[in-house]
């Protein structure tokens, strides 16, 4: 049966774990990847994995990180023969990777979603030239005024957009799916900005290639 | 701050109620009310850098740690910045004209493939309210930029920012070829950013990591006197 979960739900409080639990391998991930981890789980049938996943606004405070993913592995390291952390480096500027081999627990490879969505060796080669796109996914384009709009003051000072996004000169929208009413928010995102909007599709990416491995 | 606040005329305020207006003013962001207070301080006989340090430095210093306690977000530091940039404006040809003290020269500017600027534009204007002069390189640096400018002039600071785990090892690029050229000890190096550390700064060789703008102030300042103190030893 599809695990349905709300959107403002993985933003503040992210996903437990199942009552009843494998025991086998724990995606412990951003909230913010909980439907596209969900997906593939369904699409491949790893009924050997549970997934809990840590509040996706902890994307607006990296520092965050580190301390909760070791939090939770202690929680959880005695009912999984296996912990795997669903985070790139995602802002915390290495910390995240020292700490997961601190607590010997394998990660997803690249600086953040944007890249291993896109896959890291194509966002890697490319990125140079696009270092002036603001990039969205699926999940942030539904939680747009959650991760954007409101923590940056933009709904109250609208006057503040060009001290923050006037180096900027388009919205890259990453899509994971096809859909026309993401696709139609992605655009509203992109006008709130100012800025045009390019959409490109990435389906899951190197995400998908990280969690086959495990 | 206060509801009182369209009651108020600023220049009917005595110099000692309208000095922690301007703090208050600075703390709402009220740049039209800065400007005005700036304009009336200095028509009262003030000193352009009395009115800088006593009024807007002053309250850019409790905006700050403000901001450090949790108290104030970014989008209200933008403001009581974009505020203080009002009166700076008015204030820096007179500062010039004046001879107010300086404590020593920057240069500054975000890293390559970088283009995020609000940190390093509030450590600008922030040193410069402390009496640095600051040379700004702007965004999306090459190494090449940091080291034909400091050549070029006479700089003690340089101060590199950057936002992405992706740009910030570029900072190690850029000291490293200071050292191949023999320049790095000629320079304090002050780096910054959202993903940067104190491990991060020492890593790559930087003097010291600066986790905000008032940081760096005061870590510019300390590194401005202790080279000082060897130069009068």
Redesign the interface.
């Known amino acids: 049966m599809a695990m349905e979960v709300d959107d403002n739900t993985l933003t503040e409080k992210g996903l437990d774990v199942p009552d009843v639990k494998t025991g086998r391998v724990l995606l412990l991930a951003c909230g913010a990847l909980a439907h596209e981890i969900l997906a593939l789980k369904r699409l491949n049938k790893w009924d050997h994995m549970d997934l809990q996943c840590l509040p996706a606004k902890y994307h607006l405070y990296?520092d965050k990180i580190p301390a909760a993913v070791e939090e939770a592995v202690h929680k959880h390291h005695d009912d999984y023969e296996t912990i795997f952390v669903v985070y790139a480096?995602?802002?915390?500027?290495?910390?995240l990777q020292a700490k997961c081999a601190e607590l010997g627990v394998e990660m997803v490879a690249g600086?953040?979603c944007y890249s291993f969505f896109e896959g890291n060796d194509l966002f890697a080669k490319t990125?140079?030239d696009e270092?002036?796109a603001f990039y969205l996914t699926d999940f942030l384009v539904k939680q747009f005024d959650a991760f954007v709009i409101k923590?940056?003051?933009?709904d109250?000072?609208p006057e503040?957009r060009d001290?923050?996004f006037g180096?900027?000169t388009k919205v890259v929208y990453q899509a994971q799916v096809n859909d026309p009413v993401l696709d139609a928010k992605a655009q509203t995102c992109a006008d709130k900005l100012g800025l045009p909007l390019e959409r490109r599709f990435t389906g899951y990416g190197d995400l998908e290639v990280a969690l086959v491995d495990i | 701050m206060s509801e009182e606040q369209d009651d108020i005329i600023l220049s009917e305020l005595s110099d000692e109620e309208l000095v922690p207006q301007i703090h208050d003013d600075l703390y709402d962001g009220m740049k039209e009310e800065i400007e005005e207070s700036v304009h009336i301080l200095l028509d009262r006989g003030w000193m352009p850098y009395d009115v800088l340090t006593k009024a807007l430095v002053e309250g850019m210093r409790i905006v700050g740690i403000d901001f450090r306690d949790g108290i104030l977000?970014?989008?209200?530091v933008?403001?009581a910045a974009?505020a203080m940039k009002g009166g700076m404006a008015i204030l820096k040809p007179l500062l010039a004209e004046t001879g107010a003290p300086r404590l020593g020269n920057m240069l500054i500017g975000t890293v390559k493939?970088?283009?995020?600027?609000?940190g390093k534009n509030l450590v600008t204007m922030m040193m410069e309210g402390a009496g640095f002069e600051v040379n700004d390189l702007g965004?999306?640096n090459p190494v090449e930029n940091y080291l034909d400018e400091l050549e070029s002039g006479e700089y003690d600071i340089l101060g590199m920012s950057a936002l992405?785990?992706?740009t910030?090892p570029y900072m190690k690029v850029v000291i490293d070829t200071m050292v191949e050229k023999g320049m790095r000890d000629d320079y304090v190096v002050l780096v910054g950013g959202?993903?940067?550390?104190e491990e991060?700064g020492k890593a790559i060789g930087a003097d010291a990591y600066c986790r905000d703008a008032a940081v760096a102030v005061e870590t510019a300042k300390e590194f401005m006197a202790s080279k000082h103190n060897q130069l009068s030893a």
């Open positions: 990296p480096d995602c802002g915390t500027g290495g910390l600086p953040h990125s140079e270092i002036t923590p940056m003051g933009l109250r000072h503040l001290m923050y180096n900027y | 977000f970014v989008p209200e933008l403001l974009n493939g970088d283009i995020h600027d609000i965004i999306n992405l785990t992706t910030m959202a993903p940067l550390n991060f």
